[in-house]
């Protein structure tokens, strides 16, 4: 089975801290996503990636950055984090071919 | 903007009962569904996915599509109370590579 690794399952930063969270497949997957999910609001694409040092927006990039220098390894950068941005964030990688979501086991923000 | 619709609920049935979820979608390039559970807390897991027009069973749950309607549906037969969780209807236009999420509806089983 694919395996999707979050590195932290729940983080609590301060405001104004740079925040990192690194996810890890092991598939070999081409495609690779970030999204936040809070109550209301379902799931919200923050960026994603379709290769190596690849990245696109997605709906909600505002305060978010992102890395990817290794197929295996996708990273969000909290640039500044703030309240707003405490939320569920989400993990998933897929391969180009048409197939769905694989997703990480989710780290819980909170952001004081 | 494409869209994929559900009904939030919470869908409340009777243990062994069917339940049966719904959802619409807005873009007709949409060419594969998929359906994910959710336990409160816990990341989606995929559970179906279809891309054909018509039914496709797997053990109690079946998914069924129909493109001219734009609706998609997954029906949960002999529901257990471990079924409630929310679901998560996605669809995927393969010329975007990415899964548009309809917010989730919320189903009950109680025994």
């Known amino acids: 089975d694919v395996k999707v690794t979050q590195s932290s399952r729940y983080l609590v930063k301060r405001t104004g801290e740079k925040v990192f969270l690194e996810c890890v497949q092991d598939?070999?997957?081409?495609?690779m996503f970030w999204y936040r999910q809070d109550p209301g609001l379902g799931l919200r694409l923050i960026y994603f990636?379709?290769?190596?040092?690849?990245?696109e927006k997605g709906d909600i990039p505002e305060g978010y950055s992102v890395s990817r220098e290794k197929k295996e390894r996708f990273s969000l950068i909290l640039e500044s984090a703030s309240t707003n941005q405490t939320s569920m964030y989400l993990c998933?990688?897929?391969?180009?071919?048409?197939?769905?979501?694989?997703f990480g086991s989710g780290t819980r923000l909170t952001v004081v | 903007q494409k869209e994929v619709e559900q009904n939030s609920g919470p869908l409340s049935v009777p243990e062994g009962a069917i339940a049966s979820l719904n959802c619409t979608y807005s873009?007709?390039?949409?060419?594969?569904f998929f359906w994910y559970r959710q336990y409160s807390g816990k990341s989606p897991e995929l559970i179906m996915f279809?891309?054909?027009?018509g039914d496709k069973e797997d053990g109690r749950f079946t998914a069924q599509l129909n493109k001219a309607s734009q609706y998609v549906s997954l029906l949960i037969r002999d529901s257990q109370p471990s079924d409630s969780a929310t679901y998560l209807c996605?669809?995927?236009?393969?010329?975007?590579?990415?899964?548009?999420f309809g917010t989730g509806t919320r189903l009950l089983v109680s025994p």
């Open positions: 279809i891309y054909s027009n």
């Open positions: 996605a669809g995927l236009n393969t010329g975007f590579q990415k899964l548009v």
């Open positions: 990636s379709y290769d190596v040092k690849m990245k």
């Open positions: 998933a990688s897929r391969t180009g071919q048409g197939s769905g979501y694989t």
């Open positions: 873009d007709r390039g949409s060419q594969s």
């Open positions: 598939m070999d997957h081409e495609n």
